[in-house]
């Protein structure tokens, strides 16, 4: 079984719509969670960190269940630009060693 | 630019050569990692340095495999006898070394590695 797990999608979606990707994490010792975004053939880059409270940024929200080890993001209002891979992403151990998840790929059509 | 280079950006090779990548984390970051991603999967952990001790190591990282970061700024990761299965871009992250709970690591561009 795979540390962090995603639904591979894709997503497809059309402009403006609310999308949600979920995402599932085995080990409960995990200290910090992230969602990082990643484009064709790019790097990935940090979308936005998930607190347990529950976290927005914008058209962006980000929500931490530690006690069902599961992760969601939001995404309102879906824009062209938001079409790219979204990856899990956990923290665990001393040394910030970071295990991302397959990622779940989202398209957004006119 | 001050982010995290990454060269070459692309390397293509024969089975059996060796390669070597070398990366310039963010100058005023002192944690370096080392990851591979492969078509469809997240990227996985390789390496990490903290200054210029490798303070750990994945499974992953085969005997062929060697990184180094020798003054504490850029590492390089070589790998000796290329094989089919290394193609993949290999990604170099760095972070800040204070404490706290949400240390982004920035990314570089990666290179993409392909073996004929």
């Known amino acids: 079984r795979k540390e962090v797990e995603q639904d591979p999608g894709p997503f497809n979606v059309p402009e403006g719509a609310t999308v949600a990707f979920n995402c599932t994490y085995s080990?409960?010792?995990?200290?910090?969670f992230f969602w990082y975004r990643q484009d064709c053939r790019k790097e990935p880059k940090l979308l936005m960190s998930?607190?347990?409270s529950g976290n927005e940024d914008g058209r962006f929200t980000a929500q931490l269940n530690r006690a069902s080890q599961y992760i969601s993001l939001l995404i309102r209002d879906s824009k062209l630009s938001d079409s790219a891979t979204y990856l899990c992403?956990?923290?665990?151990?001393?040394?910030?060693?970071?295990?991302f998840g397959a990622g779940t790929r989202l398209a957004v059509h006119p | 630019d001050t982010g995290v280079s990454q060269d070459p950006r692309h390397k293509i090779t024969k089975r059996g050569q060796n390669v070597t990548f070398r990366c310039d984390p963010i100058?005023?970051?002192?944690?370096l990692y080392w990851y591979r991603q492969t078509l469809g999967q997240g990227p996985e952990f390789l390496t990490y340095?903290?200054?210029?001790?490798?303070?750990?190591k994945s499974r992953l990282l085969s005997d062929r495999f060697s990184a180094e970061r020798p003054k504490g700024s850029f590492s390089t990761l070589e790998i000796q006898r290329t094989e089919q299965g290394d193609s993949a871009m290999y990604l170099c992250?760095?972070?800040?070394?204070?404490?706290?709970?949400?240390?982004?690591?920035?990314f570089g561009d990666g290179t993409r590695l392909s073996i004929l």
């Open positions: 992403v956990v923290k665990s151990g001393g040394y910030n060693k970071l295990i």
């Open positions: 080990n409960s010792a995990s200290q910090s």
């Open positions: 100058s005023e970051h002192n944690r």
């Open positions: 340095f903290q200054n210029e001790a490798q303070l750990e």
């Open positions: 998930v607190y347990s």
């Open positions: 992250a760095s972070s800040p070394g204070w404490q706290g709970r949400d240390q982004p690591q920035h």
